[in-house]
């Protein structure tokens, strides 16, 4: 994990890591794209947090505009799904997922990613 992860970052890391290790995608091959995709939902949450409580649009000297949180909302969900496609965490990319776990257990969720 790197150094500097905190937060939803760190919860995001361990929960991946978690979900991926036993599924045998557990590989250095895969840790930068897991660092963007930690790093993007901890973008995500703080974004949406802001949103929440500023609303999707705000006044501001020259009339109302959009929240620039918003923008950022999406452009964080966006690249959040594209790592995920790249990761084979999608219904429609666990196809191309070759790694095969050593055992799957009575894990359910391990049955998702394999």
Known sequence: MPADFQGVAREEWESMRDLMKPAGMWSA????????YCEATARYHEAQLKVAELGLAIETENGVKRNPFAVELHKAKEQRMKLLVELGMTPSSRNRVSAKPEDKGDDPLLGLVV
Not at 29 to 36: G, L, N
């Open 29 to 36: 091959t895969y840790q930068a794209t897991i660092s963007m």
